[in-house]
């Protein structure tokens, strides 16, 4: 059993990274709106054409469906759509995946926010720390006479609103269950459609759908739709089973890492010693985080 989580927990870090790598080979041949319009279109055929098999697709009813599809268009419009920009600005893939990883320690801190749950102290002084080694980085690294520069290094943090934002209405609407739980494949069915007709628009009118279909973009769409888009997130699902979310949650941390070294390998990109140190500072902010947990879980046995 542990050897098959771990080959699990292996698989989802790999597959769920690499979607960074990929949409950095994937931008050469098209505009980053393009590119996820591209990708999510071909995911919602997929998963549009499953469900029929399996006799699973209805119309869930606009009180259903649109808060699925607002959480859709904020954890995968907006999510990647800032993620693309950004390594469309050449900002190194590793560093987007560095930004981004606050997203978890934003969602703990601000979840009491917006569910009324206790946030405890060190969820707070987890979350400024966590902004402070991205900062580190990031102001190391930032040409500050470039615009350029500036707008790519600070866009990742729109990936970081979106689906912190994301997150908390998907948390509130499980407290107040106001609204009926989608199974995951019909969810993401809804959150897949949402975020294509939300990219329709600057994909066609900014960016012309402007696409060269060369085999290496082919290839690259394959990858981010099958191995990233339903892989990973299939491998989520499976982790999810086995293990408590926190756990799986936790798995998110080490994106950071695991993408450097694959930019590494397949760009060249150079990891320099600020990296590291902003990389440690985030991660001491994370086992704060994981301090709080711990005491909540204790306090909440009692």
């Avoid at 790519?152 to 209405?169: K, Q, R």
């Amino acid at each position: 059993m542990q050897r098959q989580v771990l080959l699990l927990a292996i698989g989802f870090v790999f597959f769920w990274n690499s979607g960074f790598i990929g949409a950095e080979y994937g931008l050469p041949y098209t505009g980053p709106f393009t590119l996820l319009f591209w990708r999510y279109l071909a995911l919602t055929l997929v998963i549009f054409m499953y469900l029929l098999a399996r006799k699973r697709f209805r119309w869930v009813g606009w009180r259903v469906a649109a808060p699925n599809m607002l959480i859709g268009v904020l954890s995968h419009g907006v999510w990647l759509t800032c993620v693309l920009l950004a390594l469309d600005a050449e900002v190194p893939a590793g560093i987007v995946a560095l930004v981004v990883a606050l997203q978890p320690l934003a969602t703990g801190a601000f979840s009491g926010l917006v569910t009324g749950e206790r946030t405890h102290f060190y969820q707070w002084m987890g979350l400024v720390l966590g902004f402070l080694g991205v900062g580190i980085t990031v102001v190391y690294r930032m040409d500050f006479a470039s615009y350029t520069s500036v707008f790519g290094y600070l866009i990742p943090l729109g990936s970081v609103i979106g689906i912190t934002t994301a997150s908390l209405i998907q948390r509130r609407m499980e407290i107040n269950k106001r609204t009926s739980k989608l199974p995951v494949d019909l969810s993401l069915f809804y959150q897949s459609i949402a975020t294509t007709l939300a990219l329709a628009l600057p994909a066609v009118f900014v960016e012309n759908l402007s696409t060269q279909w060369e085999p290496e973009f082919i290839y690259t769409m394959i990858w981010l739709v099958v191995a990233v888009s339903l892989g990973a997130y299939s491998l989520m699902w499976l982790l999810i089973e086995r293990l408590d979310a926190t756990r799986v949650a936790s798995f998110f941390y080490l994106g950071p890492p695991v993408t450097m070294v694959m930019a590494w390998i397949a760009f060249g990109d150079i990891v320099q010693t600020m990296d590291i140190i902003g990389l440690s500072v985030v991660f001491v902010g994370v086992f704060l985080t994981q301090i709080s947990r711990k005491a909540k879980m204790k306090a909440s046995s009692r």
